[in-house]
């Protein structure tokens, strides 16, 4: 499995895992909610593109790794 594919992996589990508690959450979590899903959405259309790309490869470890911290945040606020 490659970096990517991981990293792929384990956001779309962390996505998966707050969207079930973001319906409780407050105001402030589902915008940062929203915010979030619209950088999930470029990186996952992206990530099929990293392993014929090098030179995507690092603006999409950076956008998964800002991804992972969103969610972190979220996870923390709920």
Same mark, same amino acid.
């Given at each position: 499995?490659?970096?990517t594919s991981k990293i792929?992996?384990?956001l779309k589990t962390k996505r998966d895992e707050l969207?079930? *508690?973001?319906?409780?959450?407050?105001?402030?979590?589902k915008d940062e909610w929203v915010k979030l899903e619209g950088k999930w959405n470029e990186f996952?259309?992206?990530a *099929?593109?990293?392993k014929?790309?090098?030179g995507l490869g690092?603006?999409?470890?950076?956008?998964g790794h800002e991804l992972k911290e969103g969610y972190e945040r979220l996870r923390k606020a709920l």
């Open positions: 499995m490659t970096d792929l992996e384990d969207a079930l *508690q973001i319906h409780l959450g407050s105001k402030e979590a996952s259309k992206n *099929q593109l990293d014929t790309s090098s690092d603006a999409l470890s950076a956008l």
